[in-house]
Nanobody, 116 residues
Framework: QVQLMESGGGLAQPGGSLRLSCAAS????????VAWYRQGPGKERELVAR???????KYADSVKGRFTISRDSAKNTVYLQMNNLKPEDTGIYYC??????????WGQGTQVTVSS
């Protein structure tokens, strides 16, 4: 298993930026992927962005061109840079990772609020 801890959430103005961090308890290269999910008010949880061991990226259509997922292997950390934020980006953002044979692990979540 892997322990995950998110940080960096907060309040932003529309058009502003935030950077989220997901710190893992082990090398991110031991994980099949690390992903960011979010759940907005009254909405289902959705995949926002994902990076796998080979560095292949995937983004939700709603965030393409605005969000960037990246990794710092030395720090066992994955980041989500969020630019040009919109009110509909508001929600709780969760870090998710898959350790082969052990299933998914989840962080506690960090709140992102974009005012309108």
């Amino acid at each position: 298993q892997v322990q995950l801890m998110e940080s960096g959430g907060g309040l932003a103005q529309p058009g502003g930026s935030l950077r989220l961090s997901c710190a893992a308890s082990r090398s991110i290269f031991s994980l099949s992927y690390v992903a960011w999910y979010r759940q907005g008010p009254g909405k289902e949880r959705e995949l926002v962005a994902r990076i796998n061991t080979d560095g292949i990226l995937k983004y939700a259509d709603s965030v393409k061109g605005r969000f960037t997922i990246s990794r710092d292997s030395a720090k066992n950390t994955v980041y989500l840079q969020m630019n040009n934020l919109k009110p509909e980006d508001t929600g709780i953002y969760y870090c998710n990772a898959l350790l082969q044979f052990s299933g998914d692990s989840w962080g506690q979540g960090t709140q992102v609020t974009v005012s309108s």
